[in-house]
């Protein structure tokens, strides 16, 4: 029961920090008989820090779990003003997770979110959305510019999860 306990506490503690869609923002549009979702999981979206975006297409009326409705979908960045594209290309519709990419806007303004779900080489729908990057400060690291605050809350869970280890598996001897 012990090791039952030491596997699925670290589950639920760091479960939540995985599943982006869930905590973030949504954009959505409905386009023809379709419902285009674009999840992100940071709000603000601050310019040198990743932000991923999860993409799905729903036909209206038709189940959530039905088969998707798109083989893959067409992504494009950039920003708003005619300024030259950051970003174009193809992400895959997969089976066993959501079609998504992460990506750092490389300073604040306004950009443009163009997506173009396709199926057998047919347009199925098609949108954009305005997005609204906040200037960030001087990218420290790799995953976000908030370098202390990341290493304090990792530092903090391996302190909890290797004293539950020492706890479960370490018998006091008397």
Known sequence: ??????????????????????????????????????????????????????FNLQKEGVRFDAPPEFQDVWVRIAPQGGEGILFAGYLANLDFALSGMTYVFPR??????????????????ETSFPLTVEAGGAHVSGISGRWPVDAIIAGVGGLLLGSLL?????????
């Open 108 to 125: 604040g303004g306004t950009y443009e979110l163009a997506v173009r779900f396709e199926k057998d080489a047919k347009i199925v729908a």
């Open 1 to 54: 029961m012990k090791k039952f306990f030491v596997f699925i506490v670290p589950l639920f503690v760091f479960g939540s920090a995985v599943y982006a869609h869930g905590v973030g923002q949504s954009l959505e549009k409905v386009v023809g008989d379709y419902s285009v979702d674009i999840g992100y999981d940071t709000s603000p979206i601050i310019a040198g820090e990743a932000v991923r975006f999860d």
């Open 166 to 174: 020492a706890f479960f598996f370490f018998k006091k001897s008397a």
